[in-house]
């Protein structure tokens, strides 16, 4: 098992609140946590990667140097990729909601 | 064979510690318990055991160590007084929490302010809800033997809590008694080699111990913590009766006396409960019917237990050597009244607060609660629920 299910009873789970399975924080949906969404603007993207340099959660997703996708799962949006995008590429959106970016 | 040594409260509690040696020790040394920290350091440098002794900056710095040390997967132990368990107190739910059976001695010392170095229990009292074992300790035979029992009882698997042993500043700390020593290998014997739970030094098994715990998971950890405690004070039973098995010494959630047939009784722990048997032997000579209830085990608490042992009573007197401020009575005194009430006893009973700072309780002193518990035998009434001892009004 690599996560505690949601409805795991206190019984099921270790003792003293640990993690045995090491490393499983990506499987930790955190989504809910959100109540404002980056949208990003690929045309007007210089891909200098400054967002992903300060995204807190790792939650941009790149490939091949270039931003390809911001990960739904693991943004609890904070802002902080808009902030720092010197092109003023990517906009808060009020709303947890965020569509599934296709890998490009 | 153990063999008859005097020995100062602090020097029987080092003399344990190096018989168990330890993994680890990071301590901070505090009045009165300091000369435990400094002799157990002797035995360091001696090499006389072989503890990794770390010295740290403060006891904050002391537990948060430990935690570490035992997380890690060592047999760990600390010493502090007062104001040192008070700056630990942070880490206290955290070592509990991580279910880490960490050894703590806890020379009982009034807390600040005003400074006071003498005994009371506002220091063990103020962490009742951490999640440790407390055990108490009457002497220094006891504070002796509770160390050695404390290591065997929170390294059970089916506990694995931290355990507090307590014994009282400077009455017990530094009075010199007769004690019986066991022999090292004897006690080594009885407490095992240390068989640690999921260390983090285990490579191949790596786990997370202490990330963020929300509101999806935090309660069944905390549910599966509160699970821990019946079954700690089943073991606080065995490995004192097992104790006894082997060294001849027994030791149980409770020493009562007189009981069985007391009309009145007080509730007492540590050093003041031994000066209450000997006015429970005057008051008897006297055809009074009086009983004591020496409470060893605070935690967990045995409230079952305490309320059948008090059931035939017709007055008791709970002694708090703290006070509970705002409350209006002593914390030992709320937790007899509840398991009292719960337990559907209608038994008169008040409290009484007495020996802060180091206050000394004289047979006198102890023999007042008797009387006043006569009256209320007496009446069926209780005029004041708690009052101070020897107070000066």
């Known amino acids: 098992m690599r996560v505690y299910p949601p409805d795991a009873k206190w019984h099921e789970m270790a003792d003293g609140g640990v993690i045995p399975q090491a490393g499983n924080a990506e499987e930790y949906d955190v989504s809910g946590w959100r109540s404002a969404h980056p949208v990003r603007d690929d045309e007007c993207c210089i891909q200098c990667l400054f967002c992903w340099i300060y995204c807190p959660d790792n939650s941009v997703l790149v490939k091949d140097q270039k931003v390809v996708a911001l990960d739904p799962k693991h943004c609890k949006g904070c802002g902080i990729c808009a902030q720092v995008c010197p092109k003023d590429c990517i906009t808060m959106q009020p709303g947890g909601d965020m569509p599934e970016e296709e890998d490009k | ?393």
């Open chain 2, 1 to 393: 064979m153990g063999q008859l040594q005097p020995l100062e409260g602090n020097l029987a509690v080092a003399e344990a510690m190096r018989q168990i040696n330890p993994d680890v020790v990071a301590a901070y040394p505090i009045t009165p318990s300091t000369e435990i920290v400094q002799t157990f350091a002797n035995f360091v440098a001696d090499g006389e055991v072989d503890t990794n002794y770390v010295a740290v900056e403060s006891e904050h710095s002391a537990m948060s160590a430990c935690t570490a040390a035992a997380a890690a997967g060592g047999r760990v132990m600390n010493v502090t007084s007062a104001n040192g368990l008070a700056l630990m107190w942070e880490i206290l739910y955290i070592t509990a929490s991580f279910r880490q059976p960490v050894i703590l001695t806890v020379v009982n010392r009034a807390l600040s302010g005003n400074i006071n170095i003498h005994c009371d229990h506002s220091d063990t009292m103020g962490t009742r809800d951490a999640g440790w074992i407390q055990l108490y300790s009457e002497n220094v035979q006891e504070c002796y033997d509770n160390l050695i029992q404390a290591v065997a009882i929170g390294e059970r698997m089916d506990v694995r809590l931290p355990v507090m042993s307590c014994l009282d500043g400077f009455l017990v700390s530094h009075s010199y008694e007769m004690l019986e020593v066991e022999d090292d290998e004897a006690v080594r014997e009885w407490i095992g080699p240390y068989k640690p739970n999921e260390p983090l030094l285990d490579v191949e098994n790596p786990y997370t111990m202490g990330p963020i715990d929300l509101y999806d998971y935090y309660i069944e950890h905390k549910y599966s913590q509160w699970q821990a405690y019946p079954a700690a004070k089943q073991a606080v039973i065995e490995e004192g009766k097992r104790f006894g098995e082997t060294f001849g010494r027994e030791y149980g959630l409770m020493e009562t006396l007189g009981l069985d047939d007391a009309d009145i009784a007080v509730v007492a722990m540590s050093s003041a409960a031994g000066t209450a048997k000997d006015v429970v032997d005057k008051l008897r000579d006297e055809g009074v019917k009086a009983g004591l209830l020496k409470l060893r085990c605070f935690r967990p608490f045995p409230g079952e237990e305490i309320a059948a042992a008090l059931a035939g009573c017709k007055a008791v007197c709970v002694m708090d050597r703290a006070a509970s401020f705002g409350a209006g009575s002593g914390p030992l005194f709320h937790e007899i009244a509840a398991a009292m009430y719960t337990g559907g006893q209608t038994v008169p009973i008040n409290n009484v607060i007495y020996g802060l700072g180091g206050r000394t309780v004289k047979p006198a002193d102890i023999e007042s609660v008797y009387r006043g518990l006569m009256e209320i035998a007496d009446t069926g009434k209780v005029e004041q629920v708690c009052t101070w001892l020897s107070v000066r009004e």
